[in-house]
């Protein structure tokens, strides 16, 4: 055995870098692997979500979707503030445990379920009660649906609670696949078919809002049926937990409760301090601004759900060095994948919001502002997760309240004069800020270089492509739709044609068999 405190030397060391080096190309295969499937889930979930949007928009216009996006706005921030971050823990914790009938993965689950079930029992009782007295707050005065949208959206989070907690259960022990087919794409699937089905009948918000919430009822049990192999529960695995469980737990989980709750509901927020400040109108253009700019951000979040057990494994076993190299690869296509799509909603941002409505196009400044804050959040890409999964829920907290304090106080501010563009400077400085801090604390906490070459490579290339084919379809064609197809019709067109340069399919042959997780033939 190699004494711990000498290095190995000659052939002994080449023999060591080699064997770290194809244990870090095996991690970043098996992350290609669960990406590839994640990226997929967020593609449908990308696609369902914006007719979702245009459903509610078009079928509710300006004030209708504002008071609809408020409501969801009320589950988004309640439901995460009730999962009082059990859900994170649960991806933390269950890589870190034995699975199976002997395993001891099974006991973290009442664990994080029973007392985020308690407290959001009680949070929905009280907040069914005092609905009336908080509907002339969040809603227009006038708005008759107020009061019942907001007693459906507390009655509904005992379910919303259950399915986040679950599914994160799920998305740690089982494969990415069956995380992707219940969120990414049976729940976004069913609720534009629910709304629609309710508008077509006439029906007015609060039945729409019902229909959203549907499907959320059903993936409980979809859940519920997903984890029962995996952690031994058809074969007597032990339920009840030990005192260190709830240490272990709720140690990490009570930080992440609050930054998970501002992570979640940053958009939601915006759309509520918009519509207490500025008016229903005005939350509905930032509610639809806001659907375009964190559609983008499903890609990083189709890789993150993908990675971050394989993280936690990773750092749990102090494997930082591998760690960092999946970090980074996943960072490189976020970049690549994420950043061509804001500069197109920067520049066509007006072609982008006629699609929902003409009226909607008064949101093209927010948009523009916007776009870019969400180049800093994907050119960071997964280090928020990167982060958690080190276990430093502490030092998230800490950046996350401070990109919270200052959106909040410039909110205020901004609002009042300058509604929805005002509202996206605020949160722009937010996001900014809290992406920063967390970059920064994260290569401390890791001890590993985080960007690097390869990332700021990806940045240019994607960048500069990028905007000068959006320049030259927008001073051809202008910023509207025609130019936003133009543009497009030439992407794609220049995608074909690279595709059958014989040099651009031989590198994709060659790269395919470690995109897929095999070696080189």
Excluded: K
């Excluded at 006038?142 to 009061?147: I, P, S, V």
């Excluded at 804050?373 to 994907?378: G, P, Q, R």
């Amino acid at each position: 055995m190699t004494d711990p405190g000498t290095r190995p030397t000659g052939a002994a060391a080449t023999a060591v870098a080699d064997a770290g080096g194809a244990a870090g190309e095996r991690e970043v295969r098996r992350s290609t692997r669960s990406g590839m499937v994640g990226l997929a889930g967020a593609a449908v979930n990308g696609l369902l979500g914006f007719v979702l949007t245009v459903v509610i928009v078009r079928g509710l216009g300006p004030a209708g979707s504002g008071a609809m996006f408020t409501a969801i706005g009320v589950v988004a921030i309640m439901g995460v503030l009730c999962c009082a971050g059990a859900d994170t823990a649960l991806v933390w914790a269950l890589p870190r445990r034995r699975t199976g009938r002997d395993g001891d993965a099974a006991r973290l689950l009442p664990v994080a379920l029973l007392p985020a079930l308690l407290f959001t029992a009680v949070v929905a009782l009280t907040g069914v009660a005092l609905s009336g007295a908080l509907a002339p707050v969040l809603f227009d005065p006038g708005t008759r649906e107020g009061a019942g949208l907001l007693r459906l959206a507390f009655a509904g989070l005992p379910f919303v609670v259950a399915t986040t907690v679950l599914l994160a259960a799920v998305r740690a022990v089982r494969p990415v696949a069956a995380l992707v087919a219940v969120q990414y794409v049976f729940v976004p699937a069913a609720r534009p078919a629910l709304v629609s089905a309710a508008l077509l009948t006439g029906a007015g918000v609060t039945v729409a809002f019902a229909g959203w919430l549907a499907p959320i009822a059903v993936a409980v049990l979809v859940c519920v049926a997903l984890l029962a192999r995996p952690l031994g529960l058809r074969a007597g695995a032990a339920l009840r937990p030990v005192a260190e469980d709830w240490r272990t737990l709720w140690g990490f989980a009570l930080p992440r409760a609050a930054s998970a709750t501002i992570d979640a509901s940053s958009m939601w927020l915006t759309v509520l301090l918009t519509a207490a400040l500025a008016g229903q109108a005005e939350a509905g253009i930032i509610g639809a601004v806001g659907r375009y700019a964190l559609a983008g951000l499903l890609i990083m979040q189709g890789l993150r759900v993908a990675v971050a057990p394989q993280l936690s494994r990773l750092l749990g076993q102090g494997r930082t060095g591998e760690a960092a190299l999946v970090y980074r690869r996943i960072t490189a296509v976020i970049i690549a994948l994420s950043w061509p799509g804001y500069l197109l909603l920067a520049v066509f941002a007006p072609g982008f919001l006629r699609l929902f409505g003409a009226e909607f196009t008064a949101g093209a400044a927010a948009m523009v502002v916007l776009a870019g804050a969400m180049m800093v959040n994907s050119g960071t890409g997964i280090v928020q997760t990167l982060l958690l999964m080190s276990g430093s829920s502490g030092r998230h907290l800490l950046a996350a309240a401070t990109g919270l304090l200052l959106n909040v106080a410039l909110a205020v501010l901004l609002i009042p004069p300058h509604g929805a563009l005002g509202a996206a400077w605020a949160w722009t400085v937010g996001i900014v800020a809290e992406n920063v801090i967390a970059t920064v604390t994260a290569r401390r906490v890791i001890g590993e270089p985080l960007i690097t070459r390869s990332v700021l490579r990806a940045a240019a290339a994607a960048g500069t492509a990028t905007a000068v084919l959006a320049a030259a379809g927008a001073a051809v064609a202008g910023r509207g739709v025609a130019g936003l197809f133009l543009t497009l019709g030439v992407a794609v067109l220049l995608g074909v044609a690279l595709l059958l340069h014989p040099g651009v399919r031989r590198r994709a042959r060659a790269t395919a068999p470690t995109l897929l997780g095999r070696g080189p033939s």
